[in-house]
């Protein structure tokens, strides 16, 4: 048995940037193309208006200022509504690899390796820009990795789960190193044209390098131990899917084929649920929560993680003790924790313990107990 441990990690961030204002200026845009165009029924009581969002709303209910998104043309034109990506050819990489390549890449500088040091590749994420071939292969190709590579979903908790079934096989030495990739393009699969959510996600990418403890060439974070617990609710759900050109016609721009929630619901029953799952990971570690310097918490929302980190420590968390990263990047789903985790973790010292946790559609729960080392 070897003991695993996380040597590099890294962030592509999208160059695009949409603020609150720049959305809220699109949305409401739309909505009085969407009440002109349809005044006649709204006026009958045939049909509901469209009400505007607002930028207040936006802050108060999430935390979140701004995103990071692939393309912001589409998404801020108000006959549009959505990112617009240029159709690549099948000889080109795909838009989802070469982000995952560019994280991949910042990983493993960081940890000194290149690609010949890595065994495998999991392209862990919410959404997957085709069936087939795996991303994770095409990724593995672009690299040059020897080995093998496999794609994974588990929505925003993809990262830790993949982080699990990493550092699992390095545990068993099945292979020597692992690299976790975290491609989100949530903009593509999210509508822009539903006030109650078109605020919440953003792009990115993220990748961990999972390796022997003794392998690393710096500081490394050991992974202790990990958590992986889901349990079904349709609160979080998407409709689409292979079977789509089977159904009626016309369906291809049903509502449901986009990203759907009961957010408050989500926001009720999920809060237990992690909080259980954090203290339960803990209590089997035989590690005090006074015991831990960092939480690095999925970001879908500033007052959840609040409260998340209140009830893990039983006081106030410091700003530094649980640091977010939703105030820019937004809701980036699995790549969330990572994002918070590869920007704050630097300044720890030997010794030092902290958690990741990601949680949301499934529902799902993944946490990472991790030991500052080097
Ligand atoms: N502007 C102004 N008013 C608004 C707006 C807006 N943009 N949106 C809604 N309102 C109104 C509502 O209509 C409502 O009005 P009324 O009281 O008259 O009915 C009022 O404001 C309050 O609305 P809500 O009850 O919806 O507001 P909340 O305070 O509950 O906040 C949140 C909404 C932010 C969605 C909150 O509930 C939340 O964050 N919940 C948790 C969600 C969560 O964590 N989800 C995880 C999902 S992510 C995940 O699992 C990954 C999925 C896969 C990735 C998908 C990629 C796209």
Redesign the pocket.
């Known amino acids: 048995m070897h003991i695993p441990a996380i040597t590099g990690s890294g962030v592509f961030t999208p160059e695009n940037v949409i603020t609150n204002a720049e959305l809220v200026t699109a949305f409401n845009g739309y909505a009085d193309l969407y009440n002109a165009e349809n005044a006649q029924a709204i006026a009958a009581g045939k049909m509901a208006a469209k009400e505007y ?2 930028e207040d ?2 802050v108060k ?2 935390g979140i200022y701004q995103r990071f998104v692939m393309d912001k043309s589409g998404v801020l034109d108000p006959t549009v509504m959505h990112p617009l990506l240029r159709q690549r050819s099948d000889e080109e990489p795909s838009v989802m690899a070469e982000m995952g390549v560019s994280a991949a890449n910042k990983a493993l500088d960081m940890a000194g390796k290149t690609a010949r040091d890595v065994g495998l590749v999991i392209c862990a994420a ?2 997957m820009e085709r069936a087939y071939p795996a991303l994770a292969i095409e990724i593995q190709e672009l690299l040059g990795v020897e080995g093998f590579a496999f794609d994974m979903n588990v ?2 908790s993809s990262a830790t789960f993949g982080i699990q079934a990493a550092a699992d096989m390095v545990r068993s030495g099945s292979v020597k190193s692992a690299l976790v990739i975290n491609p989100e393009i ?1 903009s593509a ?2 509508e822009w044209r539903d ?7 953003g792009d990115v990418a993220t990748a961990t390098l999972i390796e022997r403890r003794e392998a690393a060439k710096g500081p490394s974070f050991e992974i202790r131990s990990t958590r992986c617990a889901t349990q079904f609710s349709n609160n ?1 759900r998407n409709n689409n899917g292979y079977l789509r050109r089977s159904r009626p016609a016309g369906m291809a721009d049903r509502r449901d084929m986009q ?1 759907m ?1 009961n ?2 619901k ?2 009720k029953e ?1 809060l237990p649920l992690v909080s259980a799952h954090m203290a339960a990971h803990l209590g089997d570690a035989g590690v005090q929560s006074g015991d831990l310097k960092r939480l690095w918490l999925h970001q ?2 500033k007052t ?1 993680n609040d409260f998340i980190g209140r009830k893990v420590l039983g006081r106030t968390p410091a700003p530094e003790e649980q640091p977010n990263i939703l105030q820019d990047y937004a ?1 980036t ?1 699995s790549a969330g924790s990572i994002i918070a985790f590869s920007k704050h973790s630097s300044d720890m010292v030997p010794g030092d313990l902290g958690i990741i946790c990601s949680f ?2 499934g529902y799902s729960v993944g946490s990472v107990l991790v030991e500052r080392h080097g």
Do not use: E, K, T
């Not at 006030?195 to 996600?201: G, L, S, T, V």
């Open positions: 969002s607002s709303f936006i209910a999430s919410s959404n929505a925003c949530c699969h999210l006030r109650d959510c078109h605020f919440i996600f979080i990203f929630q957010g408050r989500v926001f999920v879908a929302n959840m809701n789903s949301g559609a």
